[in-house]
């Protein structure tokens, strides 16, 4: 699925690094970098363990290093909805999260990199 992604979101992609993949039976250990185009970058964990749980991250900064959002499914914030799966804000909120993989984050990050590229040039 990774290399769909970056493939299919060429307007927005820059680059991008593998800097782990490791498969060990049915587990399986992954983290990459994606830089975009507006200096921006998505930070990737992914973890299945042979017991079929997941472990996730992606954690997207602006280009100063600060936090853009991040979505995880780090066993904390036990009162939102979509517990364990959720989403910390730049202004520090932290909200229920559909998202889960690559794909539907990505689709955020296109939105929101369109968007504000859109109000550059106005």
Do not use: C
């Not at 820059?14 to 992954?30: D, K, L, N, P, Q």
């Not at 997941?54 to 991040?70: D, I, M, P, T, V």
């Not at 984050?105 to 504000?116: D, G, N, Q, T, V």
């Amino acid at each position: 699925m990774f290399y769909n992604v970056v493939r299919d979101y060429p307007d927005i992609v820059a680059g991008y690094t593998v800097t782990e993949y490791r498969r060990y039976g049915s587990a399986m250990s992954f983290s990459a970098r994606i830089d975009l185009i507006d200096g921006s970058v998505l930070f990737i964990k992914d973890y299945l363990f042979i017991d079929g749980k997941r472990k996730y991250s992606y954690h997207w900064q602006n280009k100063s290093g600060g936090l853009l959002s991040r979505w995880d499914n780090a066993p904390h914030h036990n009162h939102i909805i979509t517990f364990p799966h959720h989403r910390h804000h730049q202004d520090e909120e932290v909200t229920s999260s559909a998202e889960r993989n690559l794909l539907e984050i990505f689709h955020i990050i296109h939105k929101e990199i369109l968007i504000s590229q859109k109000i550059e040039t106005l």
